[in-house]
C-alpha cells in the first residue's frame, strides 16, 4: 500500500511564499520521479515541476525563476518552494510519484491528496 501525503498550503498575499511538501510511504522499492501538478478552477490539471531520481528537474516556463522543487530520498519526501506568488498561482497543488512497488515489483503513479495554495492579491 503506497500513500502520498501533502502539506503545506494556505493563503498567503502577493509575494509571498509557501513551501509544499510531499511524502511517500508504503511498500516502495524506489521512486523513478516525483513531481507537483496544480488544477485551477475550470481548467486542466498541469505540470508545475518534476524531480527524477537522477535529480535532472523540469518546471512549466510560468514558474521559473520563482519556483524551486527539491528531494530527500531518504525520506520519500519531495518539496515545492513557491516564492513570488501570483493570483495565476491559485490552485490545488497535487503531488505525483512514480513508484516501483516493494511488494509486486510493478511501476505505477501515485498522487496526493491535493492541499490548496490560495494567492490574495
Known amino acids: 500500500q503506497v500513500q502520498l501525503v501533502e502539506s503545506g498550503g494556505g493563503l498567503v498575499q502577493a509575494g509571498g511564499s509557501l513551501r509544499l511538501s510531499c511524502a511517500a510511504s508504503?511498500?516502495?522499492?524506489?521512486?523513478?520521479?516525483m513531481g507537483w501538478y496544480r488544477q485551477a478552477p475550470g481548467k486542466q490539471r498541469d505540470m508545475v515541476a518534476e524531480?527524477?531520481?537522477?535529480?535532472?528537474?523540469k518546471y512549466t516556463d510560468f514558474v521559473k525563476g520563482r519556483f524551486t522543487i527539491s528531494r530527500d530520498n531518504a525520506r520519500n519526501t519531495v518539496y515545492l518552494q513557491m516564492n513570488s506568488l501570483q493570483p495565476e498561482d491559485t490552485a490545488v497543488y497535487y503531488c505525483l510519484a512514480v513508484i516501483r512497488s516493494g511488494m509486486t515489483m510493478n511501476w505505477g503513479d501515485y498522487w496526493g491528496q491535493g492541499t490548496q495554495v490560495t494567492v490574495s492579491s
Open positions: 524531480v527524477t531520481i537522477g535529480g535532472n528537474t
Open positions: 508504503g511498500s516502495i522499492f524506489t521512486i523513478a520521479k
